[in-house]
Every structure is written in C-alpha cells, then in structure tokens.
C-alpha cells in the first residue's frame, strides 16, 4: 500500500493534477482538525475520501477550495493555486450542509450559480442539468417545497451546471433513496467517462467501490491510506461450506490464512500474492482428510473490511 504524499509541487500547467495537496493542517481551539495531509487528484480520475465521523474529511475538502484557511500547507487545483478565481470558476461543489433561499426557483439557481462561476451556459444546457438529477419538471418551482432529497439533487445540478474539469462532492446521497443513488452513480460513471475528475467524500463505501479509481482514508486528521483499490485490496479471500471437519483439517485450513468461521462457512484469507497452487492443494488435502467440500469460492476482500482493519490498526498504534 502506498502512503499518497504527493511531494513534489507540479508545474502549473493544464496536464497538472486536478487536485494537489502538500502538508494541509488545521486546528480548531487547540483540537486538531487536519494534521499534515497530502493527496492528488489526476486529471479524469475518481478518488474516495474515506474515514470515520470527525476523521478531518470535509475540513480538508473545505480548504482545497479555499472556504477554510489552513495553518498550513499548499493547495493547487487544476495548475492554479486554490485560491485564484479562475481556477475556482472551473471546480463544481456540492456542500455537505447548504440551504438556498427558498424564494428562488431551481432554474433561478442554477443562472444564478452560472454567473457568478462567470461562463456562458445557454438556457437549454442549464435545464439539461436539471434533467441530468431528474428535476426537469420541477424548474420553476420554487426551493421552498422541495424535500431533502431533491436540495440535495439540486445541488449536484449546481455542482455540474458550468461545465467543470473537476468536481468536489461532500456526502452527494445521504439524503437520496436507493434510486438516487443508483441515479448518482451513473452520474459519476459519465463524468469519469467525460475526463471530468471528482473528488467524493461519501460513507456509503460499496458507492465508493464502484466508481472511485483511487481511495485516501483519512483517520484522526491524517491519510492513514491511499492507492487505488487493487493496492488497497489486494489480499485474497477464499469462502468454503464445509462439514465432518476433523481437527487436523481445522489446522491444514489454518495454516493456509487465518480462518473465521459462520455455521459451516469458513472465510480463509489468503496473501495477496498467491501461488496458484494454494487453492487446489487445499482443496484435495481437504477431502484427502475426509472434509466433504460443498462450495468453494473465492473473492477479495471489501472495502468496507479493509476500511475498518485499517481503522481498527490505527486505534490501537
Ligand atoms: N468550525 C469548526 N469549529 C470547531 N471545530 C471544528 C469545526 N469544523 C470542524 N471541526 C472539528 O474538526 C474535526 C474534523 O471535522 P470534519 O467535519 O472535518 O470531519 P469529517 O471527517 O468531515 O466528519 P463527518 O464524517 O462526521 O462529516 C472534528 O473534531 C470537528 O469537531
């Protein structure tokens, strides 16, 4: 697994990163918020924000573009320090808590967002980015009656809407139903599909799974872990249904990988870089003791595990 450190600063150029980060930290009354963190972005790539509740997540996403000052570090989006307006104009952000006027109506919002980004979208592309979230037929209705779900949809509209090269999400689901969800995830899919890079801070980790390249997991203020998801889940699982498993069997199952046990499944993990061999010697030694094998299956592990054995490691180091 690689640590994402990001040392070297990138040329200010239109191939830079989307995102770079170098030594960001931050402390609110004493209590660190951010503690020296530093990621990239490339240029089209979807990368995960992970991390408990607290872990510094969406102060670190507020100082990338520049709602919050750091004590500390160096932020550049897209070759342009993270503070310069142009290159702010072509960044997309949905907030994790945000209310609009209730007075206005969503077309309102999003000419009012295209704007103040200072780019020309005509009428027709702004109310394809309504439809994009399934508000088209809610344009002219004011934000006022509109549910959690459709803010929350809205501003997605509003993180799209000026055509971005690179797009922050804070939690964009929490308040969708699985259909948005599932909406949310094909929009991500077709941004990446676009070279248009996205940056998603999300609990919802099998989202995360399906559509980031790479993954930062943050814990206490600091990346605890990053790389793509090969890297970060490279360790091997092998599900096996089994019974009349004598004790010698027990131990030939563990000494191929430290085994847990429901009923009589049994999850064996095995190493990342395993021999191909190690599957079908186990097996045949297996039923050579007697083991009657109904099923063999082999997986990788979830993200959601590695997530919480990354978390758990960090808690007692
Ligand atoms: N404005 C603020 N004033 C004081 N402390 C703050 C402020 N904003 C964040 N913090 C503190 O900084 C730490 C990190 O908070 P942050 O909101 O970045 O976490 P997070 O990873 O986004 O959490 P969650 O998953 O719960 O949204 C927490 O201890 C929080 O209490």
């Not at 020309?120 to 508000?135: H, M």
């Not at 004790?247 to 009923?263: H, I, W």
Request: hydrophobic fraction near 45%; charge should be neutral.
């Amino acid at each position: 697994m690689s640590l994402d450190t990001a040392e070297r600063r990138p040329e200010q150029a239109a191939s830079a990163p989307a995102v770079w980060c170098s030594g960001l930290r931050k402390r609110y009354r004493g209590r660190v918020a951010v503690d020296d963190v530093s990621f990239t972005v490339g240029r089209g790539e979807v990368v995960g924000l992970l991390g408990p509740n607290g872990a510094g997540k969406t102060t670190a996403i507020k100082m990338l573009l520049g709602l919050v000052r750091p004590d500390a570090g160096e932020v550049l989006l897209l070759g342009q320090p993270g503070a310069d307006p142009r290159a702010r104009a072509r960044v997309g952000y949905l907030p994790e808590l945000f209310r609009y006027q209730p007075w206005l109506t969503a077309s309102e919002v999003l000419a009012l967002h295209v704007r103040l980004a200072g780019v020309d979208i005509p009428a027709a592309e702004q109310r394809e980015s309504l439809a994009l979230v399934g508000l088209a037929d809610r344009a002219g209705d004011r934000l006022g009656g509109f549910s959690k779900g459709m803010q929350q949809r809205l501003g997605l509209a509003v993180a799209l809407v000026a055509r971005p090269e690179l797009v922050v999400l804070d939690e964009p689901t929490s308040a969708l139903d699985p259909i948005g969800r599932a909406d949310v995830r094909d929009l991500l899919l077709e941004l990446k599909s676009r070279q248009v890079a996205v940056l998603l801070n999300s609990h919802l980790i099998g989202e995360v799974e399906r559509v980031c390249d790479r993954v930062v997991i943050l814990d206490k203020g600091r990346v605890a872990a990053a790389g793509t998801l090969a890297e970060l889940l490279g360790q091997n699982e092998l599900r096996l249904r089994l019974d009349t498993v004598s004790p010698q069997a027990e131990q030939r199952l563990a000494a191929a990988g430290s085994v847990s046990r429901d009923g009589d499944n049994r999850t064996v993990r095995l190493p990342a870089d395993l021999d191909p061999a190690t599957v079908p010697d186990l097996v045949a030694d297996l039923v050579r003791l007697g083991v009657r094998v109904h099923a063999v299956e082999p997986g990788r592990i979830s993200l959601e595990q590695r997530l919480l054995d990354i978390l758990r490691h960090e808690e007692h180091a």
